[in-house]
């Protein structure tokens, strides 16, 4: 050895179990930093994917831009590449039969084919999805709706050629030719005639798979897709471009300078978030792919940009403080046992500076060994669950790929050398600041105060006796101890409550509005009436599970001022503009009932009140929906309460259709967030009333019920129903039925996918925090074994000093539960907050988590007894009264 830094090798290996404990606290601080950041950006990749499937791989779209301009946009120098679309025309598929027309009067006149023409670009940034086939290549091929495939005179395959007499479409008493609003073409007119123009031939290379978020449209106009290569483009002819930046930064900066250098006109620009809703195009409509552009964090909504970025920055933080408390605590503990060996070196000539060195150079020496193993053990922790996933075959989640980022695991390595260094300065300064006299009595940094300083606790006393007064003033009487291993348990509590609330925070954020039901069956012929013969046929089937008969009517409402939620009034003032008596009209609000049946079902979705039928149809009973998921001008997604009714509130309304202009009361029984068929909030900014079937004929007037929702059996198979279903639809062109299985089975796995995710990963957590805990408070009691020892050779029991041990562990539990659950709720609430600049969700105080950390934090002080006190059992009184910590 040739200098005082050459014990750092000699002590690690002497002491080999303190060494193991640090470089395991290393490891799993940095298997969390691995994981977070690789799981991160694996969630991220597949929501990439997932976006760029459903709203498109492009940046900005321009919509009816005439040819002589795209050449101009294509070549711009923000651009990357532009995708290109174009109508061909409209073909009429057959005449809209007159059976249909007589069952439903707003049936379309025809069944159209609305044929697009697509370049390489714009079918790859589009995601055209194939059910069978390939894609076109040439301008003789074309891909066709699955669905539009039975309305054909011969149904066409693969391979097959088709005549299409492509064409406008009019509107017959004016003549003029049919508006279409957008790429979604929405809409028909009831006397709209059809103008053929030229004749095609087309080979079908492929079929399109049907959408999900079908439109009301779609059973009367379908697509098809032909190519174009645009080498040639019609300078008159309108066009549809997606645009690919070259960056993403200042996109909406870019694109505004790009048309202004254009001059094409008026431009309306708009932030849409989908292709197909209904656009009102002036001369050139510009949409933004905000939903794409938000997961890069180049939304154009510059809030919701610095609201994640602070929001993530915040759990960073909180992740290095946890991983720095965790190797602080082992190193301060490391310093304690070998303070008397500081001294000794002190009085041979060791400077404080090289003693620093010493502690600091361990440091070094454990980082790399611990650092790199924390980097393999994340990504391999990673590598099983994404195999887990795999193997479990379910729904949203299972394409989603780990994605290896080089830049996250030098990030994480880096932070954990970081929080490695940053918890050794700490036990070095104190280490090098220990004299040599007080280093060699062992005293120290566990110099303790006298007697008489330390105050007795008569609560304490009195409940638990003289061994309780112990051990209260045990505590007390070495604060930097009791700091030491209070900030550890308390650290672990902070952790835990916070990343309990994100996960929370995350499954409410990420709830998918929709109806829960497996099969719709509605009848859109003139009575609008479902007979009851058809419902209790469904009924008894024994594939159906439940089923339940829906009742809708529009109704006008009266909502008092004071009801109304002021931070929804202050976004929504336009629709409260109308004042009638105490309170604000509005008519798009809706009186439903799913039967009684269904009412009975709604019990566990209730938020407040009680369903009581017989009380119900005497009240007028109504439960009320409150909650929405909307979208601010700010590009916030808002998780937010319309109204503040209470149960007992009274709300006048009338029904919008039938003439019954008289107001009628509804009390309210109860308060739901969501409708019995829902998986998550409302995306309509409506008020819904939920009430009895009987209350619902008594307002309305009308006793009919148009719809069917069917839960299926998922044990059994469901061909009984499809087939009555189809018979129905043979039998009577008014019914329509919608198949929601497979995408029904898919919302529910990609629950339990998110699920196993999102608790290993709080697994992780616990089990981090749990460690933390038993190290720092079993090694505390470890330092005192003489002390232990002096108190049974002054007479203390065995047993006595086993239950000051148990009550001190208790009274760090209630200590560090308190002040962790306090800062961890407070912790919890403030980064929900600077999320909700980007997605803000009502945010309660998480009972559930506090109540787990309350108890875990006893339970583990407890646990972290155990081995001590086994060792101390073993330890013979002379012995370790002799024995230097």
């Known amino acids: 050895m040739n200098s005082y830094t050459g014990l750092t090798g000699k002590y690690l290996k002497g002491q080999k179990k303190r060494s193991l404990l640090t470089i395991l606290g290393i490891i799993l601080s940095v298997t969390l930093l691995t994981s977070i950041g690789t799981i991160g950006m694996s969630y991220r990749d597949k929501l990439i994917r997932q976006t760029m499937q459903d709203f498109g791989d492009y940046h900005v779209s321009i919509n009816d831009i005439q040819g002589e301009a795209v050449p101009k946009v294509k070549n711009n120098s923000f651009v990357e590449t532009t995708g290109i679309v174009s109508r061909e025309g409209y073909a009429v598929i057959k005449e809209t039969e007159e059976k249909v027309k007589q069952e439903d009067p707003y049936a379309a006149p025809y069944r159209y084919l609305n044929v697009k023409g697509y370049d390489a670009e714009a079918m790859k940034m589009l995601q055209v999805q194939l059910d069978s086939g390939r894609l076109p290549e040439n301008k003789a091929e074309i891909i066709l709706s699955s669905s539009s495939l039975r309305y054909f005179p011969a149904q066409p395959k693969l391979g097959d050629k088709v005549k299409l007499n492509l064409g406008l479409r009019k509107v017959k008493s004016t003549g003029e030719v049919k508006k279409i609003n957008g790429l979604g073409d929405f809409g028909w007119d009831l006397d709209e005639l059809f103008q053929g123009q030229f004749q095609r031939e087309y080979t079908v290379v492929g079929f399109l798979k049907s959408t999900r978020s079908s439109t009301w449209s779609s059973r009367y106009i379908f697509p098809a897709i032909t190519f174009q290569d645009y080498k040639h483009i019609e300078n008159q002819k309108k066009h549809f471009m997606y645009v690919k930046m070259k960056s993403m930064n200042g996109v909406q900066e870019k694109t505004e300078a790009m048309m202004s250098s254009l001059q094409l006109g008026q431009v309306d620009y708009d932030a849409a978030k989908q292709l197909d809703k209904d656009n009102f195009i002036k001369n050139v409509r510009i949409e933004y792919n905000n939903e794409l552009l938000r997961l890069y964090g180049k939304s154009i909504y510059q809030g919701v940009n610095s609201s994640l970025i602070l929001a993530f920055a915040a759990v960073i933080v909180i992740i290095m403080i946890c991983t720095i408390a965790v190797i602080y605590n082992t190193f301060n503990i490391s310093i304690l046992e070998r303070i008397s060996q500081f001294g000794m070196l002190r009085c041979i000539g060791a400077t404080p500076a090289q003693i620093r060195k010493i502690v600091l150079q361990e440091a070094a020496l454990l980082s790399l060994i611990g650092i790199p193993i924390g980097i393999l053990t994340g990504t391999l922790f990673m590598k099983v669950l994404f195999y887990n996933i795999s193997l479990l075959a379910l729904g949203f989640l299972n394409d989603m790929r780990m994605v290896i980022s080089v830049p996250i695991l030098l990030t994480a390595g880096v932070l954990g050398l970081l929080s490695v260094f940053l918890s050794a300065i700490?036990?070095?300064?104190?280490?090098?600041?220990?004299?040599?006299?007080?280093?060699?009595?062992?005293?120290?940094?566990?110099?303790?105060?006298?007697?008489?300083?330390?105050?007795?606790?008569?609560?304490?006393?009195?409940?638990?006796?003289?061994?309780?007064?112990?051990?209260?003033?045990?505590?007390?009487?070495?604060?930097?101890?009791?700091?030491?291993?209070?900030?550890?348990?308390?650290?672990?509590?902070?952790?835990?409550?916070?990343?309990?609330?994100?996960?929370?925070?995350?499954?409410?954020?990420?709830?998918?509005?929709?109806?829960?039901?497996?099969?719709?069956?509605?009848?859109?012929?003139?009575?609008?009436?479902?007979?009851?013969?058809?419902?209790?046929?469904?009924?008894?089937?024994?594939?159906?599970?439940?089923?339940?008969?829906?009742?809708?009517?529009?109704?006008?409402a009266i909502i008092p001022k004071d009801k109304i939620n002021q931070k929804y009034y202050e976004l929504t003032k336009d629709r409260y503009v109308v004042t009638e008596g105490e309170g604000y009209r509005t008519d798009n609000n809706f009186l439903m009932s799913f039967g009684d049946n269904g009412l009975e079902a709604m019990r566990s979705k209730l938020i407040s009140g009680t369903i009581d039928k017989e009380k119900m149809n005497r009240e007028n009973g109504v439960i009320v929906q409150q909650k929405i998921s909307m979208i601010t001008q700010k590009g916030q997604e808002l998780i937010i309460d319309q109204t503040q009714f209470k149960v007992g509130d009274h709300i006048n309304i009338h029904t919008v259709e039938g003439g019954h202009n008289k107001y009628q009361t509804v009390t309210v029984a109860g308060i739901v967030d969501e409708d019995l068929l829902s998986k998550g909030y409302t995306q309509s900014q409506v008020i819904t009333f939920f009430t009895t079937s009987k209350v619902y004929s008594k307002i309305t007037g009308n006793d009919a019920y148009p719809r069917i929702f069917i839960l299926a059996d998922p044990d059994q198979p469901n061909q009984a129903i499809t087939d009555y279903l189809k018979a129905l639809v043979e039998k009577d062109a008014g019914f329509n039925y919608q198949d929601r299985v497979a995408e029904l089975t898919q919302a529910k796995n990609d629950a339990v996918t998110f699920s196993i995710i999102l608790y290993g990963f709080i697994g992780v957590i616990v089990l981090i925090a749990f460690l933390n805990i038993v190290n720092t408070v079993s090694t505390n009691l470890i330092l005192r074994t003489k002390e232990f020892a002096v108190l049974k050779a002054i007479g203390m029991t065995q047993k006595e000093v086993r239950k000051m041990i148990v009550l001190e562990s208790i009274f760090y539990g209630l200590f560090a539960s308190v002040v962790g659950i306090t800062l961890g709720t407070a912790l919890s609430y403030s980064i929900q907050m600077l999320f909700a600049g980007a997605v803000s969700t009502a945010w309660t105080i998480p009972w559930y988590s506090i109540g787990i950390a309350f108890a875990g934090a006893i339970i583990t002080t407890l646990l972290a007894t155990i081995w001590p006190m086994y060792q101390l059992n073993k330890v013979n009184i002379v012995e370790a009264l002799r024995r230097e910590n």
Do not use: C, W
């Not at 280093?439 to 606790?457: E, F, P």
């Not at 009924?539 to 439940?546: I, N, R, S, Y």
């Open 426 to 556: 700490g036990p070095a300064k104190q280490a090098s600041r220990v004299s040599p006299l007080e280093a060699l009595q062992n005293l120290g940094s566990t110099k303790i105060d006298r007697i008489t300083t330390v105050k007795r606790s008569l609560f304490v006393t009195n409940l638990f006796g003289i061994v309780g007064q112990f051990a209260s003033r045990n505590l007390r009487r070495n604060k930097k101890r009791f700091r030491i291993t209070a900030f550890s348990m308390i650290v672990s509590i902070i952790i835990f409550i916070v990343f309990s609330g994100l996960v929370n925070f995350i499954q409410q954020a990420t709830r998918v509005s929709g109806a829960e039901y497996s099969y719709s069956l509605s009848y859109d012929g003139p009575s609008k009436r479902i007979d009851d013969k058809v419902y209790q046929h469904i009924a008894k089937l024994d594939a159906v599970q439940q089923s339940y008969k829906f009742y809708n009517s529009q109704v006008t």
